[in-house]
């Protein structure tokens, strides 16, 4: 898709009252520079599981204050249904198979993952004069070079596999157990500290030791993903709900918790009003036996962690910048993870090409309730299975549910819905509508073709 740069656009009043706005918030008797970034990205968290998105089982004060104080996308989408492509997407701004990660990177030292000739973020905002720190989770190489140091970041604490015991931090999956933590490529031991506390305090240090300078934090919970140890606070608080639902919300809550932290931070160093904060799950919630075959919440959505229905790559997103952007308001419009990368740019003046991005830039969206940047978007999981959507329109191709919500037979292996009459995707329209059929066929085709 060749696009023209972005700088050849013209504003909207909207946007120009924005930025405005920005050069007051940024004059020199506050603060001259740029503002700061902050991505909090949860791993496996369903796609109503925060209050301000319907549970009403749930307590998440904190990811609610987000929406209180910006904007909560309802039609939000991963770029992906499994963790790496996910992040690649998000740190790339491009799909996960264009970026070069369509699946998941193994979690063994030693092996790559993202390709390190691609620009990342945190390599962009580096070069424009930011302090980047990663904390958390990673699974995007285990090698030297995809690690987060060899990927733009200055400064990286946390696991680079796919996931860990919160306790131990030996990787959780399958043997031989290995030992997964790491500071700046070093392996470092911190046996019986629970991780989210570790982590939630390695933020606050990153902020306090970096508050008089530009810095982006990618900031990777690995929770609510398994193992599903919440802390004990929070497992007493849902007792009375039924398993595996007391053990995910006592995950959800600790993740809250410790998100507030990370804002009370910003609000103690005065720096809450000069750092856009950005709430993601990376994709849906997962039913796999390690998560007790459940847990997670999709609501209406059919799907889960693995599956290209909507509960398994819609997911909650918030994006907060007290007094710049829009406070208690909501977005309808369709966006993708990998759009976050080029929003960031364009709200911090950086210039940039938009043929450099399969991700649009949310800015007039934000500001403005512009209409959706996206005409199309595609998800590819692997030759057999994929996704398009279109407008309205979806269509996928040999679909998997590991929700159950309906039986999957071997006519639907072409399975096509209206998402605004039929969110809940229960209802195959491929055989009344083979115009639209071929339409979306014949968009996935083009666009695979323009991908090296």
């Known amino acids: 898709m060749m696009r023209q740069p972005f700088r050849t656009r013209p504003l909207s009043i909207a946007l ?29 968290q369903g796609t109503i599981d925060a209050n301000c998105y319907g549970a009403k089982d749930l307590y998440t004060p904190n990811i609610d204050m987000l929406a209180e104080t910006g904007v909560r996308f309802t039609q939000f989408y991963a770029a992906a249904s499994v963790c790496s492509p996910s992040r690649a997407a998000l ?13 998941n990177a193994p979690s063994l030292e030693g092996e790559a993952g993202l390709p390190s000739e691609q620009m990342t973020i945190a390599e962009k905002l580096k070069a424009h004069g930011f302090v980047t720190g990663h904390i958390g989770k990673w699974h995007l190489g285990y090698s030297e070079e995809t690690m987060p140091n060899g990927q733009g970041f200055d400064y990286s604490f946390g696991h680079m596999g796919g996931c860990i015991d919160n306790y131990s931090h030996f990787f959780y999956w399958d ?122 919440n999709a609501g209406q959505y059919r799907g889960a962690k693995f599956s290209l229905f909507e509960g398994g790559i819609r997911v909650p997103a918030i994006i907060s910048w007290p007094g710049i952007i829009p406070q208690k308001q909501t977005r309808d419009q369709m966006a993708v993870n990998a759009d976050w990368f080029p929003t960031i740019l364009d709200m911090c003046n950086i210039e940039y090409r938009n043929d450099a991005f399969e991700g649009e830039s949310l800015k007039e969206v934000i500001i403005a309730n512009a209409s959706t940047p996206h005409k199309a978007f595609w998800w590819y999981q692997n030759e057999n299975t994929w996704a398009v959507r279109k407008e309205e329109w979806k ?17 639907d292996s072409l399975f096509l819905v209206n998402i605004q009459d039929d969110p809940s995707e229960l209802t195959n329209l491929a055989y009344k509508h083979p115009e639209k059929v071929k339409e979306l066929t014949q968009e996935y085709t083009r666009w695979k073709k323009t991908i090296k």
């Open 16 to 44: 120009l009252v924005v930025l405005t706005a920005y050069a007051c918030h940024n004059s020199p008797q506050n603060a001259n520079r740029l503002p700061n970034v902050i991505i909090i990205y949860t791993d496996d």
């Open 175 to 296: 043997g031989p157990n290995r030992h997964d933590l790491w500071e700046n490529n070093k392996e470092v031991w911190m046996d019986g500290a629970y991780f989210q506390d570790i982590i939630s305090q390695k933020a606050v240090h990153f902020i306090q030791e970096h508050k008089d300078v530009p810095f982006f934090l990618y900031y990777a919970i690995n929770l609510p993903h398994y193992p599903l140890q919440g802390t004990a606070k929070w497992r007493e608080y849902y007792q009375h709900l039924e398993s595996p639902r007391d053990k995910y919300a006592a995950c959800v809550s600790t993740v809250d918790e410790r998100i507030g932290i990370v804002l009370e931070k910003l609000e103690a160093l005065k720096l809450r009003e000069n750092t856009i904060v950005i709430f993601q799950s990376d994709q849906g919630h997962s039913m796999e036996e390690r998560t007790f075959g459940g847990g997670g």
């Open 395 to 411: 269509l996928l191709k040999n679909p998997i549910d590991p929700s159950h919500k309906a039986p999957i037979t071997a006519k």
């Open 91 to 103: 740190l790339t701004g491009k799909t996960p198979l264009a970026a070069g990660l369509p699946g």
